[in-house]
T-cell receptor
């Protein structure tokens, strides 16, 4: 089975721009979660989608948004980028969140905002 | 805020030694999971232990869970240089709740 894929792997953007990151979960997985990882704050939960519905949201400003498509692929968007948005963005998929399952992570997208 | 708090923050050992990492958490959980991350890459799931389990093994890994103390430990036996990575515990409160990660432990295994 193919693992979780994220595109692009690396991205450099300028302050004020917007960015869209993509995540393709493992086939059959319906839950997709997004995390932001920085050296200072560690791994912070952004949001989780299941069957195209946002089920949980972390404490991030409205500039961070996401969506999930009918094939379970997910995208996250960050508008009006700030320097502090520079981070590794990780996507994880799991079979379900109703029952406890481990999450499978993608390699991440390294976003640098200049 | 982080639910799981790992300690120590960093651990350096010699190849062949055992490595023990601890995780404490604050609220009740459905299960606790341990993940490994190699430098700047995605996390890899290591082991999941449910709240009604006390100990679990997987290869060279042994995880214990003490729900009365709200703590877990991960033991890696006979460590190898390839075990060098960051290790995270993550707590799962149950259905419809998010998985919350600690800040991680950096393990260095010297050849």
């Amino acid at each position: 089975k193919a693992g979780v894929t994220q595109t692009p792997r690396y991205l450099i953007k300028t302050r004020g721009q917007q960015v869209t990151l993509s995540c393709s979960p493992i086939s059959g997985h319906r839950s997709v979660s997004w995390y932001q990882q920085t050296p200072g704050q560690g791994l912070q939960f952004l949001f989780e989608y299941f069957s195209e519905t946002q089920r949980n949201k972390g404490n991030f400003p409205g500039r961070f948004s996401g969506r999930q498509f009918s094939n379970s692929r997910s995208e996250m968007n960050v508008s009006t980028l700030e320097l502090g948005d520079s981070a590794l963005y990780l996507c994880a998929s799991s079979l379900s969140r109703v029952v406890s399952y481990e999450q499978y992570f993608g390699p991440g997208t390294r976003l640098t905002v200049t | 805020s982080q639910q799981g708090e790992e300690d120590p923050q960093a651990l350096s050992i010699q190849e062949g030694e055992n490595a023990t990492m601890n995780c404490s958490y604050k609220t009740s959980i459905n299960n606790l999971q341990w993940y490994r991350q190699n430098s700047g890459r995605g996390l890899v799931h290591l082991i999941l232990i449910r709240s009604n389990e006390r100990e679990k093994h997987s290869g060279r890994l042994r995880v214990t869970l003490d729900t009365s103390k709200k703590s877990s430990s991960l033991l890696i036996t006979a460590s190898r240089a390839a075990d060098t990575a960051s290790y995270f515990c993550a707590t799962d409160p149950g259905a419809n709740s998010k998985l919350t990660f600690g800040k991680g432990i950096t393990l260095s295994v010297r050849p």
